[in-house]
């Protein structure tokens, strides 16, 4: 359900990195033993990210690094040109190193930079978003983050807002000249989240203009500022409805080159697009085969006296529909969500399946207008590695507003069981947990060029490994339901390759999706849509998963009776958020 990790550009939001406590004792160790190619690479590693910060200022905000918090970079051709170069500076510079002559982790490390700057070049050049996706021009995120931020004062962050949006008009001007022939899909997306930003700047930040030690003559300045921009952002909003709208006529599908192209870019998996595909059809039918073989063993507890249909989808399907039928309210949904957040941090402190830290705080809340509208009803936003004490935010998109059947058929998907299921893969021990070890990385390189398809595949990986350790008692029904939430992860695999390769309609892909996988209609709805607006990042939580899931296999076999879960889980994530395939270098070593 989340939709954390859909890229890393450079001009990109990314969260990510990874390290336990123990592992650092073994990098600061293996430190003062470094050979002389690895004490030249950490340096060169150094410079790396600081010139990734000078020319993306805000995905550094975004990282927790506040150095150019008031930097707002104008979408030029002229700046795409200075990244392209930037990325072929950094490519020559990388190739004056020995591969061979580097440490596992620096190697790893190396492969991530290389591919950071090659797909830099492939975003601007060969998919060019920045024609055709009017959603990814939006000032309100960046200006949101620095505003909920705790750290600097007030006066320090409101005068980094007020240099950002200074350059408001010219950044919206920008973006309609970039833009030439748009999906109607994201412009429709554009047009909402960009009126929710609208609240970004309203009553809040001019509360917290009037209240802070800025001077008049700042405050005056900063409040002319915001008036600029939200007429910046209605105008720009204009601009979409009125002007673009009738040149929306591009497909939203990029076609199988370039969707190759973005899977090997932004899984980096050991398998192609078309592999993980196959795996991903044969993994259904294995599905189908458990939940035929639960279904029939519940049908008597549930269906007592009612005939056992003889199509196993039919059996599937009737005792799902009773299973669903316990779920929160529309009102209550988000607070169903804050109230379960407790008991599986004591369940997994229970069972030991690996250290917590008590200290970072997690924050359920409903998610900002401005993130709204994209098919993720459910997501976390951490801090970066460079504000680890900041609050993460497990971001809960309410119900408010919704029509009544319309919310009791998303209640029926969230129901009893699933919702504890997303709670697993997005807080304890999923994202958040999982992005608190990568907070402790000793890697700069993996703390920011974190690989989607590993967060993705941990949280998915959580899921079961909490369930094959006796959550929720191991029964039927909570396996049943897994089932069927795993089934959505390997269906999103399965459209997100047929709708941006082989076209499938959308009557064809909820039919799949509500027939396979069991999904209710609005459910099936939200998921085309999802598939509308983004590429690739829908095979990342199947592709991840079933590397992490051989891996542990791999590991499995090689310590026999040695093997423990909890070193597993704590070793994987002390790799950082690195590509489940060096990952799996690393610790087959």
């Known amino acids: ?67 150019y918090d008031a930097v707002l970079v104008l979408p030029t051709a002229g700046r795409r040109q200075v990244e392209n170069k930037a990325a072929e500076r950094g490519l020559r510079e990388l190739q004056g190193f020995a591969f061979d002559s580097l440490s596992p982790n620096n190697q790893t490390d190396y492969l991530m930079m290389v591919n950071q700057l090659r797909s830099t070049r492939w975003y601007n050049d060969t998919l060019r978003s920045w024609q055709w996706n009017p959603a990814q021009y939006n000032i309100s995120e960046p200006v949101a983050e620095i505003l909920n931020g705790r750290y600097q004062p007030l006066a320090q962050r409101l005068r980094s807002i007020s240099g950002k949006i200074n350059r408001s008009l010219e950044y919206y001007a920008t973006a309609e000249n970039n833009l030439q022939n748009p999906t109607k899909e994201h412009l429709e997306l554009a047009i909402l ?34 008036e600029t921009t939200r007429q910046a952002i209605g105008e720009y909003v204009q601009f979409l409805d009125k002007e673009l709208r009738p040149r929306a006529k591009r497909s939203f599908r990029i076609g199988k080159a370039l969707f190759d192209q973005k899977f090997r870019y932004d899984i980096v998996a050991n398998a192609s697009a078309d592999e993980v595909y196959q795996r991903a059809l044969r993994h259904k039918r294995e599905l189908l085969q458990d939940m035929a073989v639960r279904a029939t063993r519940l049908w008597p507890k549930y269906l007592a006296g009612q005939p056992l249909p003889a199509d196993t989808l039919t059996r599937i399907r009737e005792v799902i529909k009773q299973l669903s039928a316990k779920h929160a309210t529309q009102a209550g949904f988000v607070a169903a969500v804050r109230q379960q957040i407790p008991e599986l941090v004591k369940f997994v402190d229970e069972k030991k399946l690996l250290t917590q830290d008590p200290t970072k705080p997690l924050v359920v809340r409903e998610t900002p207008l401005y993130m709204r509208g994209s098919g993720a009803g459910a997501s976390v936003s951490a801090p970066g590695p460079y504000d680890k004490g900041a609050d993460t935010y497990y971001n809960v998109e309410p119900l408010d507003g919704q029509p009544a059947e319309q919310a009791e058929s998303y209640l029926r998907e969230y129901n009893q069981y699933t919702l504890q299921i997303l709670n697993i893969h997005e807080a304890i021990p999923g994202h958040y947990t999982q992005l608190v070890y990568a907070n402790r990385s000793p890697s700069i390189i993996k703390a920011v060029l974190g690989n989607g398809a590993m967060i993705e595949g941990w949280a998915v990986y959580a899921e079961r490994m909490m369930l094959e350790s006796g959550y929720a008692g191991g029964t039927d ?19 997100d390759h047929q709708i941006q390769t082989e076209n499938a309609p959308e009557a064809q892909v909820v039919q799949l999706l509500t027939r396979d996988g069991f999904q209710e209609e609005a459910e099936a709805r939200n998921k085309w849509r999802r598939a ?13 998963y079933s590397e992490i899931m051989a ?25 950082g958020s690195a590509p489940v395939r060096y990952i799996r270098q690393m610790m087959l070593r």
């Open 532 to 544: 509308t607006l983004s590429q690739v990042q829908l095979s990342s939580y199947f592709t991840g």
């Open 1 to 67: 359900m989340s939709q954390l990790y859909s890229r890393l550009p450079l001009l990109g939001l990314v969260a990510a990195g990874v390290l336990a406590a123990s592992c650092q004792r073994q990098t600061d160790n293996a430190a003062a033993q470094s050979s002389p190619a690895d004490i030249g690479f950490d340096r060169y590693k150094e410079r790396f990210i600081d010139s990734l910060w000078y020319y993306n200022p805000g995905w550094a905000s975004s990282q927790g690094f506040h150095k």
């Open 193 to 226: 989240q960009n009126k929710g930003g609208l609240e970004v700047f309203g009553p809040a930040l001019l509360d917290s203009v009037a209240k802070s030690s800025l001077s008049e003559r700042e405050k005056e300045e900063l409040r002319t500022r915001i």
């Open 551 to 575: 891996l542990r296999e791999e590991m499995k076999q090689k310590l026999g009776k040695d093997f423990d879960l909890k070193n597993f889980n704590e070793q994987f994530l002390s790799y």
């Open 477 to 495: 029904e909570i396996w049943l339901m897994w089932d069927k939430w795993n089934m959505r992860v390997t269906l999103n695999t399965i459209i």
